[in-house]
């Protein structure tokens, strides 16, 4: 019998006859491995989340900033869930877990049972010790998969600026603000070398698929970034191996097998900013890029 205790953080109901728990332990689930064909991720980018009903920045701001917030799907045949408050610990016994687009998520079937739990409860308690300890400690953001540190494939203008995790910055009261994460690549839109800048005017322009242990989001990389990015204007043979470095795609495969590789993104350190596209709908249009970040040879 697999036994999970968790913090529930919200429940909220996405059919008629499926609820959604919002759970979380103070750790991180495992990285998943990337199989997404990268020349569909244009017309078909990667979910950046597996909410049905989208999350309000209230909701997210209560999510704890370390650890992730892991989904759980429960058929409503469950009496304890109308039960579950938000903050409340639940033991959870025969928990499935699945890889859905690459986003671990939990499902409640048949046999799984759900017993609420006290805070006063003594593997409560030690949980949230042991939550205080990672907080406590110098790599408190640093994702619990990334061992023993990230990667040294990207340097900052800002080395010594604290990183924070992207769930953090989407709770942020402040629409536009700069900030610093370690993040997994997880696609790119474009991804090849020779598409990487406009045929018109020759400047960068991608999208890039980021994800650390609490959330995805899009960044994009335009002009002058983009240039520090790269490196400047290397020759296209170097930017694809600096994106396919970037990718965790295997070498000495062609184009082709690498699109739809099993791909192994590395940790890797940048900074980003958020901005809006529209004064009147600043929320909604905010979007992020990357910039002070470069790729190290």
Known sequence: ??????????????????????????????????????????????????DIVPLSRKILHIFPCVGTVFRIVVRKYFEEIPQLRDGCWVKLCNLTCELHYGIWRGLLHGSSKVHILSDEDENVKSNMRDYQDRLASGARVQPLTC???????????????????LIKSLACHKVTHKFKS??????????????????????????LTLEDSTVRIH??????????????????????????????????????????????????????????LDKSDKWGS???RIFGTYILD
């Open 1 to 50: 019998m697999i036994i999970n205790l968790m913090r529930v953080l919200h429940v909220c109901e996405i059919s008629d006859d499926q609820w959604m728990i919002y759970v979380w332990d103070g750790t991180d689930t495992p990285c998943a491995p990337c199989h997404k064909d990268l020349n569909a991720e244009g017309e078909d980018p990667l979910p950046l989340n597996l």
């Open 182 to 207: 370690i993040v997994r690549v997880v696609a790119a839109y474009p991804w090849k070398g020779n598409h990487l800048r406009s045929p018109v005017h020759g400047h960068y322009r991608v999208r």
């Open 147 to 165: 061992s023993p540190r990230h990667s040294y494939m990207t340097g900052t203008d800002f080395e010594k600026e604290p990183c924070v995790t």
């Open 286 to 288: 905010r979007r992020y």
């Open 219 to 276: 960044a994009y990389i335009h002009g002058d970034d983009g240039v520090k990015f790269f490196g400047g204007h290397p020759e296209v043979e170097k930017l694809s191996t600096k994106m396919r470095r970037l990718l965790g795609i295997k070498e000495n495969i062609g184009a082709e097998e690498a699109a739809t590789s099993v791909r192994d993104p590395p940790w890797v350190c940048c900074c980003l900013k958020s901005y809006y």
